[in-house]
């Protein structure tokens, strides 16, 4: 019989609720006993389990609240005791000026502070270990600040205020004067200060109470004490002095920045430094009397115009000043420079329509004609002086830009600016910088070698870009360029071919074409020349042995046709004989002998020996008339002037220098060194001379007169118009229409390269081309067509 087992069920019972062990009042009691000894560095001594647990068992039962209350209490009272037994014993006294003792009371106040932060933060560092529940649950149902936020705002509230507040940042103040007076403060207790108040929030935004307090107090003081301090520099210093302790004054507030302020008040502190100390005195530190820009510039004190430069790059301002008083300073040295190239007598310049003019006859006499000085012609001496000047100057003030600017492009801008005004000052600058080529161009240039006349003309070439007259330059430069060739003086095709092709990357091909015609003449005569002895050795030839070059009137300066002469017979019998030649190889064409432009080497009969004198070709058509007459004859000056028809002009000048210069192979009656109407001449058969070769130069022509410059600048103001009428032409035809100002812009624009037009000029010769029906003007009245 089988047995049943019965099944019982076993009851679950609910766990039995504990009480609390501890009472509410115990609990807070041992552990407001225990924070007061961890206030008093006792926590060595506690446990922190238990205290964990405490705190925990409050919160757990609903006593979160009593709990931190209680704590917030404990801390206000313990930051209390810290400040009136750390902080408040250490105010300073102010009642003493010795800036060593002022700094001790700042800097004890500011270490008694950081102990208090210290300990504060100490402590609250513990109180947060233990109270991690609390701060877990408690502070974030009830929406309040944990312990470590409540700790720093009761620290905010109960030191962080009036008195402590105003004496600490009083101290700060205090110690940041005393350094900037020169004085060596301790900065890593201002550091340390510092600190305290960057980690101190005000309501818990971003703002902290170094930016609230500090900040605004130390900016506060920093533009009171720069903005005096930048008037007592103005009237102790100097430019260079004031500079440098501008540039101090600027590093010392930047590494008080980096040291012991915060970073972020170095800008605005930057910016009080640059109003009071740049800003306002630039004018006047750039500008003062014995020490300012020009005296730099004169001293070459290229450190301290750096240190300039760099100051002044600083403000806005700055470089604007820089570059006005830079270009001042450069037109002032330029203005003195064409000052002192006038203060010459001007009637002592040189004619520049003479290929024949004076040059230093070469042998060891050194003995001078009375006509010219040791120095040669004095508006060569003149010219050369005034671009060596322009080109030192230049120079100088490129090293200046590139050592001391460090070739900032605006302040070269302004260099470039101001020579071009001052030399475009000079009205004399484009004949100047053609003469200086022209003398580098001269055979046998004494002390330079071919690679340093090139340096030099590389660096006119840098003159010749500022002139705006360029047109004029040519005039001067085709002259100048005329005489080389035709006296054989140039040092070579090759450095005059470079010349040109140094002006041609500068102005084009149009500048050069006439010049390089006037090249193409000469090589075209030397085989002329070369076929005409070949053709006089089947001919009978003439008694004179000629060397002819062809020029092309429209190539070479014809400013000399009106010279005209009465050649004698054997001379006459020359020219016939090649004229005989070329027509026969040249059919309608026509020669026009320029006698003004020739020389002529004739061998003369003294008493004493016969000599080879080199002559001009009027100075031998003179000479020729005293071949027959014998010691005692002699001729008048208006006998001359009819049998030679040359110009009263010409003939004054080559009679004084047969008779008045340094060779005298003619006598004049009276004596005197001036050739006047009723003068005579006769033959000097008595003139002795050591040399063999005599090279007899024409006297420098007087400078041209008002009238004749007026003249010369009426037919270039009559090229101008010529050209301006063609490029308006050219600049139509392409377009077929255009308003006025674009024409006038344009006009400007392509001529600039030659010369600056005129507006005014531009619109007459464009109602010149109206009237002659190349253009017609639109309805609107502002624009034109294209008519030719």
């Not at 008694?112 to 649950?137: P, Q």
């Not at 101290?171 to 007076?181: G, H, K, P, T, Y």
């Not at 101090?248 to 009071?276: C, N, V």
């Not at 002329?528 to 092309?552: C, D, H, W």
Request: glycine share 4%; proline share 4%.
């Amino acid at each position: 019989m089988a047995s049943t087992r019965r099944t019982v069920k076993t009851k679950i019972k609910p766990p039995r609720k504990h009480e609390s062990e501890v009472s509410l009042d115990e609990t807070w009691s041992r552990l407001s006993t225990n924070i007061r000894e961890i206030h008093n560095q006792n926590a060595s001594n506690l446990s922190f389990e238990e205290n964990y647990r405490y705190a925990y068992n409050m919160v757990l039962y609903k006593n979160g609240g009593i709990l931190y209350k209680g704590v917030c209490q404990l801390v206000a009272e313990n930051i209390d005791r810290l400040a009136q037994s750390e902080l408040v014993p250490a105010f300073p006294s102010g009642s003493s000026k010795d800036p060593v003792q002022q700094s001790q009371e700042g800097e004890s106040l500011l270490k008694a502070l950081r102990r208090v932060w210290d300990d504060h933060t100490g402590n609250m560092s513990k109180l947060r270990d233990i109270l991690k529940y609390m701060d877990r649950v408690y502070t974030k149902a009830n929406d309040v600040p944990e312990i470590w936020d409540a700790g720093l705002d009761l620290f905010l509230k109960h030191i962080i205020r009036p008195p402590i507040q105003d004496h600490v940042t009083s101290a700060v103040l205090s110690l940041i004067q005393i350094e900037r007076d020169g004085y060596v403060i301790s900065r890593s207790v201002v550091k340390e200060c510092v600190d305290v108040l960057l980690q101190l929030s005000v309501d818990h935004d971003a703002k902290t109470v170094y930016k609230r307090d500090l900040e605004p107090a130390v900016l506060t003081a920093s533009e009171a004490f720069y903005s005096a301090e930048g008037k007592r520099l103005l009237e102790t210093c100097d430019a260079p002095e004031y500079l440098r302790r501008v540039e101090a004054r600027l590093d010392s507030e930047q590494a008080r920045t980096y040291h012991y302020l915060f970073s972020q008040t170095g800008d605005p502190l930057r910016k009080i430094l640059e109003r009071h100390l740049l800003t306002h005195n630039l004018s006047t530190v750039i500008g003062m009397p014995n020490s300012g820009l020009n005296v730099m510039v004169d001293l070459d004190k290229f450190d301290d115009l750096n240190r300039l430069y760099r100051l002044f790059l600083m403000v806005p301002s700055g470089l604007p000043t820089l570059r006005r008083s830079f270009k001042d300073s450069i037109l002032r040295r330029g203005r003195e420079i064409n000052l002192a190239s006038t203060s010459i007598d001007a009637g002592q310049d040189m004619d520049d329509g003479d290929l024949n003019d004076t040059e230093n006859t070469k042998g060891k006499d050194k003995g001078q004609g009375q006509g010219r000085t040791a120095m040669g012609p004095p508006t060569l001496t003149l010219a050369l002086k005034w671009v060596q000047t322009v080109l030192d100057l230049k120079d100088k003030f490129d090293y200046i830009w590139t050592r001391a600017f460090d070739n900032n492009r605006e302040v070269e801008s302004s260099l470039n600016e101001a020579f071009e005004d001052f030399i475009n000052l000079n009205e004399k600058a484009p004949e100047y910088i053609s003469l200086f080529i022209d003398e580098n161009l001269k055979k046998g240039l004494k002390g330079k070698t071919d690679m340093e006349v090139d340096a030099v003309l590389d660096k006119t070439i840098t003159v010749f870009r500022y002139i705006t007259e360029k047109d004029a330059f040519e005039r001067y430069y085709k002259n100048h360029l005329a005489k080389r060739l035709l006296l054989g003086r140039s040092v070579s095709d090759d450095a005059e071919r470079g010349m040109l092709a140094k002006l041609k990357v500068e102005c084009g091909y149009q500048f050069t074409q006439k010049l390089e015609g006037m090249f193409h003449d000469m090589k075209i005569s030397a085989d002329t020349m070369q076929a005409y002895r070949k053709y006089l050795e089947g001919v009978l030839a003439p008694e004179v042995e000629i060397s002819v070059t062809v020029m092309t009137s429209t190539f070479w300066p014809m400013s000399h046709s009106s010279a005209s002469c009465i050649f004698p017979e054997v001379l006459i019998r020359a020219c016939k004989s090649f004229e005989h030649f070329y027509f026969s190889r040249h059919s309608g064409r026509r020669l026009a002998w320029q006698p003004s432009l020739g020389n002529a080497d004739v061998r003369v009969q003294f008493k004493a020996r016969k000599h080879d004198v080199n002559v001009s070709t009027f100075a031998l058509v003179i000479l020729m008339l005293f071949e027959n007459l014998t010691d005692d004859e002699f001729l008048t000056y208006e006998e001359l002037k009819t049998a030679t028809s040359i110009p009263d002009t010409e003939l004054q000048r080559h009679l004084q220098s047969l008779a008045c210069a340094k060779f005298k192979i003619l006598k004049k009656h009276p004596p005197g060194r001036d050739v006047h109407p009723s003068d005579s001449f006769s033959f000097n058969n008595d003139f002795t001379c050591p040399m063999q070769k005599i090279k007899i130069s024409t006297v420098s022509a007087k400078v041209e007169t008002t009238k004749e410059r007026r003249e010369t600048r009426d037919r270039i103001e009559e090229e101008r118009h010529h050209q301006i009428e063609a490029c308006i032409v050219r600049i139509m035809k392409d377009r077929k229409h255009l308003t006025h100002n674009d024409l006038v812009n344009e006009v400007t624009r392509q001529l600039a390269s030659r010369f600056q037009p005129n507006p005014q000029n531009i619109k007459k010769r464009i109602e010149g081309l109206i009237d002659r029906e190349y253009l017609e003007r639109c309805e609107d009245r502002k624009s034109y067509n294209y008519l030719a």
